[in-house]
């Protein structure tokens, strides 16, 4: 298993800045990805997070709206840009090893 | 779009075994039937996974049809605790999600 840590655990925000998360693992992981968590709803993929390269984007997300870094392989970071309050959510990090797939506890992110 | 269907709510009485059925009928061959559930406002938690063949863990059951299509997750005795949302997934790295199955243990 692995233990992942995100910071911050939630945040309030105005409109209009930018908020970066942080994800931490405790083991080297190849493959880390960012989920986000609408209210009701389910996770919805945003990106594969890859180190040493640019982030793969999925339909819907874009680089410039939500930047992500990856300097290693036990760090990412994503930013969500120029918030709106549609942009209020839980982001989610996850990591891939082996066949298994774990999450942290999210940022739940709230946008005023 | 998800390649799972998931029926959206259940119910069970605390002590009996749950037991969430998942079609996966367009599943290809290296891709892994995974379950999380989701207790609220907590992260994923991994349950269980498998390819082929049933799988036991100390949490609950994997069963796979032959033809991969369909599988059932079986929580053998289930608890108050248990009430959250269980999320069938298939694919491999990246997972897509559904809308899962809503189960509710009830006294």
């Known amino acids: 298993s692995a233990v992942i840590s995100q910071k911050p655990s939630r945040d309030i925000c105005q409109r209009g800045t930018s908020l970066t998360i942080q994800c931490q693992v405790d083991s080297q992981v190849t493959m880390m990805f960012w989920y986000r968590q609408q209210p009701g709803q389910s996770l919805t993929l945003i990106a594969t997070?890859?180190?040493?390269?640019?982030?793969?984007?999925e339909s819907g997300f874009v680089i410039d709206k939500f930047p992500i870094s990856r300097p290693n392989l036990t760090f990412s970071t994503l930013t969500v840009s120029n918030m709106s309050p549609e942009d209020s959510s839980i982001y989610l990090c996850s990591v891939g090893i082996g066949t298994e797939a774990f999450f942290g506890q999210g940022t739940r992110l709230t946008v005023v | 779009d998800a390649k799972t269907t998931q029926p959206p709510s259940m119910d069970c009485a605390e002590g009996r075994a749950a037991n969430l059925p998942c079609n996966h009928s367009?599943?290809?061959?290296?891709?892994?039937v995974y379950w999380y559930r989701q207790i609220h406002s907590q992260g994923p938690q991994y349950i269980i996974h498998?390819?082929?063949n049933n799988e036991t863990n100390e949490m609950a059951s994997l069963i796979i049809t032959e033809d991969r299509k369909s599988s059932t997750l079986i929580l053998p005795h289930a608890t108050l605790r248990d009430t959250a949302v269980y999320y069938c997934?298939?694919?491999?790295?990246?997972?897509?999600f559904g809308q899962g199955t809503i189960l509710t243990v009830h006294p």
């Open positions: 367009t599943i290809s061959g290296n891709e892994y």
């Open positions: 498998g390819l082929k």
């Open positions: 997070a890859n180190q040493g390269s640019e982030a793969t984007y």
């Open positions: 997934i298939v694919g491999y790295g990246k997972l897509t």
